[in-house]
């Protein structure tokens, strides 16, 4: 038994020497290599773009006095009065992303990465319409629909991440998860732009500032996302979701394409051997932890989803391991970095344009 195992590990060092062999180096010159690869990770990362844009836009709306003269006590002019409710206008969509990340583990695993990412640009439209109607609405309005477009935000911040890494070979992988990263910092900085130039339409004042200050914000998200959800369609599934799901012969076409070698070239034969091992692995080990949930339906995947969170605390190691990556998280939150992008402008309005031309700055010299 044993020796078995011994002989099985020696041939996948020996897979995984070759094929580290035949795939070449890492770093800028195996994305120009990969460029395909690339392109499709970098389309599918507007959905990271989206959630910053959406974070970082609503810092100066909140300061608009059109946007103020229709929420009454969720964001009041007058600066000594209760400012509870105008956290909630902020933290609602938070909250709606925490409750799109935990379900879209289920979404994305249920019908594939690339449907899980159309569903969870159609959930932020309907989020965003749903906002465009504030100017009669008022803020119930914006909180159901930030909340709704928290979802849409929140799930396409952990599926995006899941589809990039899947559709990457491995030596470019942790590049193209980065991306992620960094489109949602360039969607903070391109919405910044946006509430500098619209703060002045009609002017800055009660009165005289019209609506489009802050309707155009909001509305402007619509196009990259409609144009994430018509380009989506035309993306490959995930090679890995695929295999899993016991599309093999697809998954073998796909990724034959994703790398531009033929289906029969042995680099794309070894990473789908790779795959594979995965799968029946994983498999294994929800068969063997969990039998009762082992049969690949909708419903057990979605239990799985939350007995697998459970599992995480049952040892030792795993509670460790949770600890250090919540804890790194939370203190980073903690900084209150934050409070200061969302509230910075509501300190002072006068220095309203002053603050955002600040940010302007400051965000493109990160």
């Not at 599926?159 to 992988?173: F, G, H, L, M």
């Not at 009165?207 to 998200?221: F, H, M, Y």
């Not at 049969?295 to 600890?323: C, D, G, P, Y």
């Not at 910075?344 to 700055?361: D, H, I, V």
Request: with cysteine; glycine share 10%.
């Amino acid at each position: 038994m044993v020796a078995g195992g011994d002989s099985g590990a020696a041939a996948y060092n020996a897979a995984l020497k070759r094929r580290q062999e035949m795939m070449g180096a890492s770093g800028p010159m195996a994305l120009v290599k990969n460029f395909k690869v690339f392109r499709i990770a970098l389309f599918a990362c507007i959905g990271g773009i989206l959630y910053g844009y959406n974070q970082g836009m609503f810092s100066g709306v909140l300061a608009m006095p059109a946007f103020k003269s229709h929420m009454g006590e969720y964001d009041p002019f007058d600066d000594s009065a209760d400012q509870t409710k105008k956290g909630w206008l902020t933290a609602i969509l938070e909250l709606g992303a925490w409750i799109g990340t935990l379900l879209s583990g289920f979404i994305a695993e249920a019908i594939s990465r690339k449907y899980g990412v159309l569903v969870a640009v159609t959930v932020f439209v309907i989020g965003v319409v749903i906002q465009a109607t504030a100017q009669s609405g008022g803020p119930n309005v914006i909180l159901g629909g930030r909340f709704v477009t928290g979802m849409g935000v929140g799930s396409l911040a952990t599926i995006v991440p899941i589809y990039n890494s899947e559709v990457a070979p491995p030596e470019i992988r942790g590049a193209l998860v980065a991306l992620q990263q960094l489109a949602i910092t360039f969607g903070i900085m391109i919405s910044f732009w946006i509430d500098y130039g619209t703060n002045y339409i009609g002017g800055t004042t009660l009165g005289s500032q019209k609506d489009a200050a802050w309707l155009v914000p909001i509305c402007l998200q619509l196009f990259p996302a409609v144009i994430l959800f018509v380009g989506m369609i035309f993306m490959p599934f995930s090679p890995r979701w695929l295999v899993h799901h016991g599309r093999e012969d697809e998954a073998r076409k796909i990724l034959a394409n994703l790398r531009g070698l033929a289906a029969d070239h042995e680099l794309v034969e070894l990473e789908f051997l790779e795959i594979k091992a995965q799968s029946q692995f994983e498999k294994r080990t929800v068969a063997e932890h969990f039998p009762h949930l082992s049969e690949q339906t909708a419903w057990n995947t979605f239990k799985l989803q939350f007995v697998a969170i459970k599992s995480l605390f049952q040892t030792k190691a795993m509670v460790k391991r949770v600890v250090v990556a919540t804890v790194t998280m939370f203190f980073q939150q903690w900084t209150g970095i934050n409070a200061v992008l969302y509230y910075a402008p509501s300190m002072n309005p006068n220095l309203l344009s002053f603050w955002l031309l600040t940010k302007l700055f400051l965000q493109v010299i990160r």
